[in-house]
């Protein structure tokens, strides 16, 4: 007997870009400096302000707690500004 699978919607194209400049407004409003021109390298200042040495190149012999220190200081914000905009979105369409 075949499976019902979920059906995943495909992102569209750009979005790997939107989330990147998504990120950087995101971590410019918690108070870290952004270069507009490279908004994915906010990592780099999150995880020197955390004191775990990230590098742009290997990153093999780094901790899973150091990264998730990482990690979890840009997804958290992230996730959190994502329930308002759907929050926001919500309240909207009950109103129409």
Do not use: C
């Not at 952004?34 to 093999?60: C, H, M, Q, T």
Request: glycine content about 10%; charged content about 30%.
């Amino acid at each position: 007997m075949a499976r019902n699978r979920r059906r995943r919607p495909v992102p569209a194209a750009g979005s790997s870009n939107w989330i990147k400049h998504f990120k950087a407004d995101v971590m410019r409003k918690e108070g870290y400096t952004v270069d507009p021109a490279n908004p994915d390298n906010v990592k780099f200042e999150v995880a020197r302000r955390a004191g775990v040495p990230l590098r742009e190149s290997d990153n093999g012999s780094l901790p899973t707690q150091a990264a998730g220190r990482v990690g979890g200081r840009i997804g958290g914000p992230m996730v959190r500004e994502m329930i308002r905009v759907a929050q926001e979105q919500l309240i909207k369409q009950q109103n129409q």
